[in-house]
């Protein structure tokens, strides 16, 4: 590539400033998914919620940042760039305030909604200015730099809301990203260019169909556990509408004369893949650390700060393993098989997690992490190598804001999922532990208890109901991280559809933002 054509699509006066303050964006809201995780426990008691409704908090979030991801690319065309990333931060901070403040959970949801609407902007946009304002021989090393952030963000979020969670409380989750976000805004405010503003229509009917198979879907899966699945009209009904709504959307996608996505983009090989992996790696770790927290201070017994702080290894393995990435990439390694290694290395993982048991130690939880990250680190740099490598500067919004939502969704799904699952399993697990219980059993498990059935049989009977429901939630655990090791596995073959990209620029480049 000559010189002449070696130039960014946009000039701005300071870029390792701006990188910085387009960096503080994505890491901001990408924490926001996570950080509220390790204070679910102290949130349900304040907001009045259930363990079932008070992961609400966690999906809202996440679905109002899908629904809303697919008209990124016509308001940056609309307004400008520069005017809905600044609008989105702007927000984004007041929505974390009124979070801070809520006092009930409907008010909570509907201000975690208004949280997610201004967040679902800000990540398309952030990974697009980042291409934007780097050389094309430099964009995929802006993109692994990107792509730490979006990967370490979930893992730094439940350390952070657990130490602020330990030393003020559960509110400061939502508070610490006033000050995150004044900073931002200014750094943005005086370095961000704008993309031109283009005047096109809006495609109204297929953004409906879009967001009501989207909404129906996640509200059949979050009211599913409560109203008895398919045993309840009300859950048929939601089902029945998002089946309905997103065959409406795949119809008039195909046969409009100006739909919401260009066809030439879902054309692309490279990137409808690139689609798919990303549902995987969104309900891989949105799940995982839904389920984790929970399961660390529940059973366990850890804290809340040291929860956070033993999901901390999962960032450290992301980061080792994307350095690995980036040299294997520029010495020429196919990213299709790194991709399928590191899906190959999660599975295991999750593999190690299904023989978890009460009785053990930290070591397991650091050792099982840090193969996790190590898998997902290697995911991701090459993932995005290879879907973007087929684009043109043209399409790069819209295929983010793709690729993002797609992670959304197979973020939402996945918690709804091993959360009804959770739920379930530990009823039914109860259920087939209690009958196995009896008099003669426990004084010869433990005389202790068996004694005090003669004496004192209350007590001794809400011992032995604890003992059965904490074994019934463990089985439960366990359960969960199966169903996810088998969908992570499912999707290893994934890689066979995928086109290796032409030339080594962006493999160098990769190696360039490692520090080679």
Request: charged share 10%.
């Amino acid at each position: 590539m000559t010189a002449a054509h070696d130039q960014p699509a946009l000039h701005t006066s300071n870029r390792p400033l701006l990188t910085l303050g387009v960096m503080a964006a994505t890491i901001m809201q990408i924490l926001d998914s996570t950080i509220a995780n390790v204070a679910l426990p102290h949130m349900q008691a304040a907001l009045g919620a259930t363990a079932d409704t008070i992961t609400w908090v966690l999906t809202s979030y996440i679905v109002a940042s899908a629904v809303a991801i697919p008209v990124t690319g016509w308001l940056s065309d609309r307004i400008g760039s520069r005017n809905l990333f600044l609008w989105s931060v702007v927000g984004f901070v007041a929505a974390s305030m009124l979070c801070g403040l809520a006092q009930n959970l409907p008010s909570m949801v509907f201000f975690r909604i208004l949280q997610g609407i201004a967040a679902a902007f800000m990540n398309p946009l952030s990974q697009t200015v980042m291409l934007d304002i780097n050389r094309p021989s430099k964009q995929a090393g802006a993109m692994a730099v990107w792509g730490m952030g979006v990967m370490v963000g979930p893992i730094m979020g439940p350390v952070l809301g657990g130490w602020l969670t330990e030393n003020y409380n559960w509110r400061w989750v939502f508070y610490v990203n006033v000050p995150i976000g004044i900073g931002c805004f200014a750094i943005l405010w005086s370095l961000l260019p704008s993309r031109p503003v283009l005047k096109r229509g809006f495609d109204l009917f297929g953004f409906a169909t879009l967001a009501i198979a989207i909404s129906s879907l996640q509200l059949m899966l979050d009211r599913g556990q409560s109203e008895d699945w398919f045993a309840s009209w009300e859950v048929w009904l939601e089902g029945l509408v998002a089946l309905s709504a997103a065959w409406m959307f795949a119809v008039h996608l195909a046969t409009a004369k100006r739909p919401m996505f260009g066809r030439d983009l879902l054309a692309n090989r490279n990137l409808m893949t690139g689609i798919g992996f990303m549902l995987v790696v969104g309900m891989l770790m949105m799940a995982t650390m839904a389920l984790l927290p929970p399961m660390l201070q529940n059973l366990y017994g850890y804290p809340v700060l040291d929860t956070g702080l033993l999901l901390v290894p999962r960032g450290v393995g992301i980061i080792f393993s994307m350095a690995i990435a980036g040299r294997l990439v520029a010495k020429g390694a196919d990213p299709r098989w790194l991709v399928g290694t590191g899906l190959a290395i999660a599975a295991v993982s999750l593999w190690e997690m299904t023989g978890w048991t009460l009785v053990m130690g930290a070591r397991h939880f650091i050792v099982t992490g840090l193969i996790q990250g190590a898998g997902l680190g290697l995911i991701f740099i090459p993932l995005n190598i290879t879907a973007f490598a087929t684009l043109g500067p043209h399409q790069r919004t819209e295929g983010s804001s793709l690729m993002n939502l797609s992670r959304n969704i197979g973020a939402s799904v996945g918690i709804s999922i091993v959360v009804a699952m959770l739920a379930r399993n530990i009823q039914t697990s109860h259920m087939e532990l209690a009958g196995h219980v009896t008099a003669g059993g426990l004084t010869g498990a433990d005389p202790i208890v068996g004694s005090m059935l003669g004496t004192n049989s209350d007590a001794a009977l809400a011992i032995v109901d604890g003992l059965v429901n904490q074994q019934a939630a463990m089985i439960a655990y366990l359960d969960d991280f199966k169903l996810m090791m088998i969908l992570t596995a499912c999707a290893i073959p994934l890689v066979l559809l995928m086109k290796r990209p032409r030339g080594a620029a962006p493999a160098k480049a990769s190696a360039d933002a490692m520090g080679h």
